[in-house]
């Protein structure tokens, strides 16, 4: 039985303004895979296909800007199968998109693995998982309490 969906939690969508680029404007915007996604799919904007060498590094653009509410961040995170299947990896993982940044969502991909590994226009990159951030209020102090 299901009891995790959105009956029993209550509408816990957040609305977010999202603007194609031009050079996205053909992919499809981000979305969840299934009922419970925790995350949506970024995909690459590139042009044409990059080959990423066994370690080295790359900006991979998804042609998309974001309008965040206050109060939350995106995290972009890695897809288990890239990782799994060929090493690929977000190098600054998790990435944070802070609700007052407008640019482009780009994703910094590693490629740990032995063979090169092919970005192609579309081809799910990351994941991205909004989440509310805490604010807090640091207290100096002289002394804390002992842990275990």
């Excluded at 969508?13 to 799919?41: F, Y």
């Excluded at 993982?93 to 940044?101: L, Q, R, V």
């Amino acid at each position: 039985m299901d009891t995790l969906g959105p009956d029993v939690m209550g509408d816990a969508s957040v609305e977010i303004g999202v603007k194609r680029l031009a050079h996205g404007a053909d992919l499809a915007l981000p979305a969840h895979a299934t009922a419970h996604s925790a995350g949506v799919d970024l995909l690459a904007a590139v042009a044409h296909n990059v080959i990423l060498e066994p370690g080295h590094r790359t900006l991979v653009p998804t042609g998309l800007a974001i309008e965040l509410p206050v109060g939350f961040e995106a995290q972009v995170r890695p897809r288990s199968g890239l990782a799994n299947k060929h090493g690929v990896t977000v190098l600054n993982s998790p990435g944070t998109i802070d609700a007052d940044y407008r640019g482009e969502v780009s994703v910094l991909l590693i490629n740990h693995g032995h063979d090169p590994f092919t970005i192609t226009r579309g081809l799910r990159i990351a994941q991205m998982v909004v989440a509310p951030v805490s604010f807090v209020t640091w207290r100096e102090t002289l002394s804390l309490n002992e842990s275990a």
